[in-house]
């Protein structure tokens, strides 16, 4: 047994080993009482999505690219004095957390991947069935939805439609005051701006009063002088998370480090339901958004594609360029990217198929022909000069 597993197994509170990619590595029998996941259930699995720790705030710790992990990745240790994990059953358990980082325990090499050991010490307080939930997280790829504490909110319930459509402005401006003439501008822009602002002070009193139904606090939401802020530290919405995750991808794959840049790019992914505020596709003041989000996605999957080939998998780089090519049929250079990979795919009469899809959709929506580039790319097919290409080990 190695140093880091007679570090955990001997442990006299709860403790589990953490690697590089804030996976468990290592869970001994305090962890499995205290939680109540077996070794073989947790092994492998995001430290966060067992843990699920929250401030007693509210406030999740857990959260990707969490400053505790981030304090592992620099080799230093990292502490909470009091937080609440979540156990199998769903109980809340309050307790503190203390580490050690294995740059400081000398490891042979074969643990080299173990970054931490983390010690979870039970409090007297016990369990903890509820918590004030201060955090608003807010999903707006694909369908509005707002969830508190892990638990979705029925918006349809809200008495008033202005009062999301508020909110939405609001988290399209989050941690920006906004002027409330812009907000009156934008709900009633056929009204005075008496009467405006009349509507404005119920809607926001109606939106404060929905927010404390749904356990948010009302610091949430500020009045600045004659505008109102969404205070950025109180919310969570789904596209900054979408594009630091994208930041870390491109970082990860300038570096070569493919297999990394994937798992932001396929987390990326997964959190790319659909356009930002889809249903709202008539409104102007969210298109250039939805606009600019859309590109980064379509450029994420090109990169994603990239990565896949990069590592041999040409399987999996053709089914992302056909996800891109569902959203965008008329993007060309994916087009010509799609045909390479099956090409190297040892598919060569799919390839020259994807041609003529290609030619077919852009003479009939942009009346066009392909370009020089992707005409050779096609000959090249033709003669064969494009080989299978195997996955590398």
Known sequence: MN???????????????????????????GAEQLFGYSLQEVIGRNCGE?????????ELL???????????QCNLPCGVEDCHIRRKNGDRVAVNISSIVTSKLNLPSRTASVIAVVFLHEKKAGHV??????????????????????????LEKWKRKQTVTLLKYLINQVGRPVH????????????????????????????RRELRTIGVGDDILK?????????????????????????????????????????????AEHLYQGDY?????????????????????????????QCYAQRGHYTEAVRVCRTALAREPCRESIHRTLMEYLARLGQP????????????????????????????????????AIKKTEPRT
């Not at 369908?143 to 892990?150: D, Q, S």
């Not at 205070?231 to 570096?255: I, K, M, P």
Request: charged letters at 20%; hydrophobic letters at 40%; one cysteine or more.
């Open 50 to 58: 067992i843990l699920q720790a929250v401030l007693p705030s509210g």
């Open 223 to 267: 009045t600045v002088g004659n505008a109102y802020l969404l205070q950025h530290d109180a919310v969570r919405v789904d596209t900054e998370s979408f594009e630091n995750l994208l930041a870390e991808g491109w970082a990860l794959q300038l570096q070569q480090s493919w297999e990394a840049a994937l798992r932001c790019y396929n987390e």
């Open 3 to 29: 140093r880091v597993h007679d570090l955990v197994g001997f442990a006299s509170d709860a403790a589990l080993a953490i690697d590089d990619c804030s996976q468990i590595a290592a869970w001994n029998q």
């Open 129 to 154: 069935q509820t918590l004030p939930h201060k955090i608003l997280h807010v999903s707006t790829l694909g369908c509005f939805n707002l969830t508190v504490g892990g638990h979705s909110v029925a």
């Open 277 to 305: 505020l889809e249903e709202d596709v008539y409104v102007d003041w969210c298109a250039e958004e939805r606009e600019r989000l859309r590109e980064l996605y379509l450029e994420m999957l090109t990169d994603m594609a």
């Open 180 to 207: 409330r003439k812009r907000l009156i501008n934008y709900l009633w822009p056929n009204v005075d701006q008496n009467r405006g602002w009349d509507r404005l002070k119920v809607t926001i009193y109606q939106l």
């Open 349 to 384: 009469d799919r390839a020259v198929a994807q041609f003529h899809a290609c030619q077919r959709i852009l003479a009939q929506e942009l009346d066009v022909d392909p370009i020089p580039e992707t005409q050779t790319l096609y000959q090249q097919i033709l003669k064969g």
């Open 62 to 72: 857990c959260v990707h690219d969490c400053e505790i992990f981030r304090c592992f």
